[in-house]
T-cell receptor, first 113, second 116 residues
Framework: AQKVTQAQTEISVVEKEDVTLDCVYE???????LFWYKQPPSGELVFLIR??????QNEISGRYSWNFQKSTSSFNFTITASQVVDSAVYFC??????????FGKGTTLSVSS | DTGVSQNPRHKITKRGQNVTFRCDPI?????LYWYRQTLGQGPEFLTY????????KSRLLSDRFSAERPKGSFSTLEIQRTEQGDSAMYLC??????????????FGQGTRLTVV
């Protein structure tokens, strides 16, 4: 069965620090999709990034970057120069053919000024 | 508004009553998901549809829960004989998906259920 693990329950940093959120997944299939979502205090889940299993190229979007490594089944998310507005719960999610989209338990990021 | 819409936003009900929630997905999306989220937890999968077919239902889901998606458009989630443990945020999401891949899922704002 597929599984998504976010081992970090809570992380606290001070503004301008870099922070990496870890995500490890388990699957026996070769075709799958990985996602990151942000859930701010307002509650609505916001999509951040989608990556398919055949594309291991790392991606950067502003202060956000993602490191996908199939060798370690990891899809980690780094925020550079964190800001207070980055405070939220971040979820890693996994999807493949024939299954539902499943989520990790989330990592709560607190950024203080 | 072309996003995922859920109604009602809040529902307070007495234990033992039945409740029904509605989700209107993004119109071109063939997949529709229902999740439950409690405080401090990630979205817990309940069930999903591809078009009008219900493809998977969580083994954790009680028989008191039922979902439908007639004609592959909107969906309803019904909880019969509600219990206090059913109190949670119920989230609906939609996406495009199938043998050629999956797009990201877009979420509605959720229905917060409180069972008293």
């Amino acid at each position: 069965a597929q599984k998504v693990t976010q081992a970090q329950t809570e992380i606290s940093v001070v503004e301008k620090e870099d922070v990496t959120l870890d995500c490890v997944y388990e699957t026996r299939d070769t075709t799958y999709y990985l996602f990151w979502y942000k859930q701010p205090p307002s509650g609505e889940l916001v999509f951040l990034i989608r990556r398919n299993s055949f594309d291991e190229q790392n991606e950067i979007s502003g202060r956000y970057s993602w490191n996908f490594q199939k060798s370690t089944s990891s899809f980690n998310f780094t925020i550079t120069a964190s800001q207070v507005v980055d405070s939220a719960v971040y979820f890693c999610a996994f999807n493949q053919a024939g299954t539902a989209l499943i989520f990790g338990k989330g990592t709560t990021l607190s950024v203080s000024s | 508004d072309t996003g995922v819409s859920q109604n009602p936003r809040h529902k307070i009900t007495k234990r033992g009553q039945n409740v029904t929630f509605r989700c209107d997905p993004i119109s071109e999306h063939n997949r529709l998901y229902w999740y439950r989220q409690t405080l401090g937890q990630g979205p817990e999968f309940l069930t999903y549809f591809q078009n009008e077919a219900q493809l998977e239902k969580s083994r954790l889901l009680s028989d008191r829960f039922s979902a439908e998606r007639p004609k592959g458009s909107f969906s309803t989630l019904e909880i019969q004989r509600t219990e206090q443990g059913d109190s949670a945020m119920y989230l609906c999401a939609s996406s495009l998906g199938g043998s050629r891949g999956f797009t990201e899922a877009f979420f509605g704002q959720g229905t917060r259920l409180t069972v008293v």
